[in-house]
């Protein structure tokens, strides 16, 4: 499995699947990136298969960095097209979280993206 898993990052076979998340009144106003991986035979390998891998080997830093960065081009993408635009979350591990470098990640992303840090329509 940690084969599996060096070579599906470095052959970017990872791929986000979005979850919508609801307001009162059943109105889509956020999502949520879940993130699988794609086996060469075409299987989707569940997260809770390969996340703690990529957490004990440290992958998860770049696994992390890819999904941030696929969900946040992905949204921007999107809400070019909405009257209404959706915010996203993104799950990060605890090692992704104390890296430290978690929070330079997210800022660039924004500002390369000119994505707002905070949307309109989360409930939150």
Partial sequence: MEYDLHEALKDKRFELHY???FNPANEVVALEALV???RT???LVPPNDFIPLA???GLIIQLGDFVLKQA???IVGVNQRLKQPLSIAVNV???QLFSGHLCDTVQNLLNTLNLPPH???TGD
């Fill in 72 to 74: 946040c081009t992905w």
């Fill in 119 to 121: 949307l309109p329509g």
């Fill in 41 to 43: 035979d075409g299987t």
């Fill in 93 to 95: 591990s605890g090692v």
């Fill in 36 to 38: 699988r991986m794609r």
């Fill in 55 to 57: 957490e004990s080997t």
């Fill in 19 to 21: 979850q919508p998340r």
